[in-house]
């Protein structure tokens, strides 16, 4: 069983946010979360953060007014917003004397062994020049992520990959609950027990909004696939990474297989 307690002594993290965290109204968010990183990075932490929103950091470049709908045009509001998107966290990174890198995957990267080698072999690299990798989709000729999954899963793999101690998942809502967070019956669930098939919670469908896709669906999911590599997992929201930062307790916390 892997309990909290190793979130504070882990050495290598993959940390994932979406597009609604760091985009529209929610756009000041990037500010904390790049703080609570560099907190973390202080600490003497390797970290990697798998970063969404390209797409919605794009699309007013274009001239859209909400979530472009054919592929072709999602595909290049994601080319116009990564760049823009790198930059906006390189000058906050610049306050903490840190430096990004970043990496763009598929999941078919992740999956092709000599792909696999190759991207390991870099972000080893990089994190052992103490430099932060920011991963994304590489939106222009994948469409996994821009359909299904919100940068989810990605998230799993690179941890699993990289042999990360532990993956935190970053939402709008800061936990898992027993039913959609809008319903009153819901109630924050603290711990998941690796292979509990949490048949009591109503996970609900999928989200689709402006900006993103995912939800509870998607973030369970990607917990189960790095439990099972052994790498426990914390879903939370995006504003409380600077108190979980601090050792403060927070989020669901899901169980891994004991390797």
């Given at each position: 069983?892997t ?31 790049v ?56 000058k ?17 990267d ?49 941890a ?11 939402s ?63 879903l ?8 979980v ?15």
């Open positions: 069983m309990t909290r307690d190793s979130l504070s002594t882990a050495k290598r993290i993959v940390v994932k946010v979406g597009s609604s965290s760091i985009s529209g109204d929610r756009e000041h968010q990037i500010d904390a979360l703080a609570a990183l560099a907190a973390w990075h202080a600490a003497g932490k390797e970290l990697v953060l798998v970063s969404s929103g390209a797409i919605a950091t794009g699309a007013p470049y274009l001239k859209l007014s909400d979530r472009a709908q054919d592929l072709a045009t999602q595909q290049a509001a994601a080319a116009v917003g990564q760049n823009l998107l790198m930059g906006r966290y390189q906050l990174l610049d306050r903490f004397s840190m430096t990004s890198a970043q990496v763009l995957l598929t999941v078919g992740v999956e092709n062994d000599t792909h696999r080698t190759n991207a390991l072999r870099t972000i080893d690299r990089l994190l052992g020049l103490r430099i932060l990798p920011i991963v994304n989709e590489n939106d222009t000729v994948a469409t996994q992520e821009i359909r299904f999954g919100d940068n989810d899963r990605l998230a799993a793999l690179v699993e990959f990289i042999s990360a101690d532990a993956l935190v998942l970053l709008d809502v800061d936990s898992l609950f027993t039913h959609p967070p809008a319903d009153p019956r819901a109630v924050p669930i603290d711990t998941v027990a690796f292979n509990d098939p949490l048949e009591s919670v109503e996970l609900g469908a999928a989200m689709v909004n402006s900006v993103g896709t995912g939800g509870a669906v998607t973030k369970v999911s990607a917990a189960r696939l790095a439990a099972a590599a052994g790498i426990p997992t914390l939370t929201s995006t504003t409380s990474l600077g108190d930062v601090e050792g403060t307790v927070a989020g669901t916390w899901f169980e891994a297989r004991v390797k």
